[in-house]
């Protein structure tokens, strides 16, 4: 029998992380994953993994460890989704978003370089990136104007990993990935916020939903759908990046509406409050992925609908709320 094939995961403890090391386990993987040390660690996400994966301790922000955690999971393909990942925070810490999120993959990509070089390297880019879109629908080549530290950080991000792909022929790709959720996203984000509370006002435990720009519009799909995309991207012969995303626009709105009808509470403007407080400094106003070259070349496409996501979210957040388990 040949080798198991292995696989190191920066982020593993994330919603991508998570989906990603259950799709690699399911193919036969060897899952190894890359946690910083933390005073409070949070492993909810991949508690139910824990028996069947290796983690090392290891940090974005210091090569030593990067190099130390590569020997030990001496890996095949490397998946790079760890980041600053929230947006609003990039504006809080614009200097730790930078060093993560930006300078973080080239201390990466150096210790591959000279641990592994063989290795398949997944670059986990962002739709944030477009920012102040030059076209619709955004392709591989639409010019990136980026509207937040963060987007900016994932620019640098992306070019350095064609940059080392190009100057070291390196196996590197960029994913590209619009808007993707699940019941394991973080309670920031704005269609867990919704589905959440949604469900925790049909359970009498709030009264109402706070949010920002209703018309604010983004190309939502389904995160365990994505996570196969960059499963695939490195099974290619040859690395290119790709745009992964459903080619569909909703807005914050729509979100609302499906939530608060599928936790059978009517009309959700009776529930939400609009608060400036959460209205960004610059909007990202029409964010719309063509996953044309993904379908073409790697056979990918979305599975689950905008409805039918937002719908088990919620249904995930009724259950848990309800005092069930987490998804």
Known sequence: MPPKQSALITGITGQDGSYLAELLLEKGYDVHGMVRRASTENFARIEHLREEIT??????????????????????EIYNLAAMSFVAVSWIQPTLTA???????????????????????????SSEMFGKVLEVPQTETTPFYPRSPYGVAKVYGHFITVNYRESYDLHATSGIL???ESPR???????????????????????ELRLGNLDAERDWGYAKD?????????????????????????????????AFDEAGLGDFERYVTIDPAFVRPAEVDHLIGSPAKAQAELGWKPRTSFEELIRLMTRADLELLSGGKRV
């Open 99 to 125: 060093e993560f999120t930006g300078t973080g993959v080239t201390r990466l990509l150096e210790a591959m370089r000279e641990c592994c070089p063989e290795a398949r390297f997944y670059q986990a880019s």
């Open 226 to 258: 994505y996570v196969e995309a960059m499963w695939l991207m490195l099974q290619r012969d040859e690395p290119a990046d790709y745009v992964i995303a459903t080619g569909k626009s909703h807005s914050v709105r729509e979100c609302c509406e499906v």
């Open 55 to 76: 983690l090392h301790q290891g940090d974005l922000l210091d090569q030593r460890s990067l190099l130390d955690a590569l020997r030990a999971a001496k890996p095949s």
């Open 178 to 180: 619009f808007n993707h």
């Open 185 to 207: 996203r973080g309670l920031e984000f704005v269609t867990r916020k919704i589905t959440w509370h949604a469900a925790a006002i049909k359970l009498g435990l709030q009264k």
